[in-house]
């Protein structure tokens, strides 16, 4: 699923100054040796609200590496009645959403894309895969390496999706369909990461170890998408990244065709073809959402548009660049892999596929949210004509990637 990366593109920086600030926080908790503080935040039992209560503590180093002051996260948001919405809709997801997902016996494994350990010819394929792979320019691989590591830290995504309340796997094992969906599209997603990575660590062009520590920060690290428990937030953001997801691993696959390794173009379009599933069942579940309840959801989708959609790796380090995802995200943007123009098209597909301009007999502050989400999009594009303008007057930067045994690539 979830993939890519433009928070951090210039057009952010004129709307989402909050967003900035949390990274310039990350970076100082990267810093600070001896003393931080942190934000305890306590959630008060049956109430909508959150407490924040402060204090100094001193901290051993492996902590510090996975912990950051994000400031005050709420929690809990979705009133308690609304509860019931998601009851009164586990037969609806038994029969609408869970046929999204492909019995294991008919899903493609990794194994049928790579070269097969058990054959004779498995050196000579082997071979063959670092033939195609010799003339892929540096660039595509640090896309190619981010999009993998952020596939890689799939259980920190099942564990946020299992604190969605009135959704949430409460066993482990649950038979209600909302968790059955979750385990089994992270069953699907969890291939997505597999089988990238033992093509790229086939591949010989990129430092495995810089890669593998990266993934094991970011895991440990977790993510903020600002979902506060609520399925409404936590759905409205799966099925924005889930359409951002398909659109990455679609443009990976172009240009790795243009790049001359079709079997990569294969794998990076098998993959796409799985999001794009994924995004029509998140999808499905906003649409019967604002059939039933459309103030609640009208005004959760602006909410999370004005939060920004955070992209799931925003949190990666290698140990060493402590802004690798702005980096990562800088270079994706360049190749036209996700862009701010894709934020945009994702953002207007979503306001017309649910029929958001269309929407009636909505409260005040409904109207206002159907305002804000119905505009956005013409926003964020004159945004980025001028970001754009921007950077074409910069002087081209470059930068070290260890992923790449820190040869410098342009930004
Ligand atoms: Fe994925
Ligand atoms: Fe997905």
């Known amino acids: 699923m979830f993939s890519l990366c433009i928070s951090s593109c210039s057009v952010f920086f004129f709307l ?59 929690l809990h948001s979705m009133p308690p009645e609304k509860l019931e919405i998601f009851r009164s809709l586990e037969t609806w997801a038994d029969k609408n959403i869970l046929v999204h997902l492909k019995p294991v016996e008919k899903c493609w494994q990794p194994q049928d894309f790579l070269p097969d350990p058990k054959s004779d010819a498995f050196y000579d394929e082997v071979k063959e895969l670092r033939q195609r792979c010799k003339e892929i320019p540096d660039d595509y691989l640090i896309v190619l390496v981010g999009d993998m590591i952020t596939e890689e830290a799939l259980p920190t995504y099942q564990t946020i999706l299992t604190t969605l309340d009135g959704v949430k796997d409460e066993t482990g094992v649950s038979s209600n369909p909302w968790a059955v969906w979750t385990r089994a599209w992270s069953g699907e997603e969890n291939r997505h990461g597999d089988l990238l990575n033992k093509y790229l660590y086939l591949s010989g062009r990129v430092d ?7 993934i094991q920060y970011l895991i440990g690290r977790g993510m903020n998408p600002q979902m506060e428990n609520n399925p409404y937030l936590g759905f409205i953001y799966t099925a924005f990244q889930e359409r951002a997801t398909f659109i990455s691993h679609g443009n990976t696959a172009r240009l790795a065709k243009a790049h001359g390794d079709i079997k990569l173009a294969q794998i990076c379009g098998t993959i796409a073809a799985d999001e794009k599933r994924h995004e029509i069942a998140y999808t499905k579940i906003i649409d019967k959402l604002f059939e039933i309840d459309p103030d609640e959801t009208v005004l959760a989708f602006a909410d999370m548009m004005k939060k920004k959609i ?26 036209g892999v996700y862009t701010a123009k894709d934020y945009a098209d994702i953002l207007e597909l979503l306001v017309s596929k649910w029929k958001v301009e269309k929407l009636t007999d909505l409260s005040a502050d409904g109207r206002k949210a159907q305002d804000y989400v119905c505009n956005l999009a013409k926003r964020i594009r004159r945004l980025d004509e001028r970001s754009q303008m921007m950077r074409h007057a910069k002087i081209a930067q470059t930068h070290r990637f260890s992923w790449v045994f820190n040869k410098e690539v342009q930004l």
Request: with cysteine; hydrophobic share 45%; aromatic share 10%.
């Open 16 to 74: 989402n100054i909050d967003f900035l600030i949390v990274y310039g926080l990350c970076i100082w908790s990267c810093v600070v040796s001896l003393t931080i503080e942190i934000e305890n935040i306590m959630y008060k039992k049956n109430a909508c609200t959150c407490l924040a209560s402060h204090a100094h503590l001193t901290v051993p180093s492996v902590v510090l590496q996975n912990s950051f002051y994000l400031g005050v996260i709420k």
């Open 208 to 214: 495995m170890k810089h890669i593998e520590k990266t």
């Open 310 to 335: 955070t992209m799931p790796a925003h949190l990666m380090f290698d140990g060493q660049d402590d802004n690798l995802f702005e980096h990562y995200s800088d270079v994706a943007q360049r190749l």
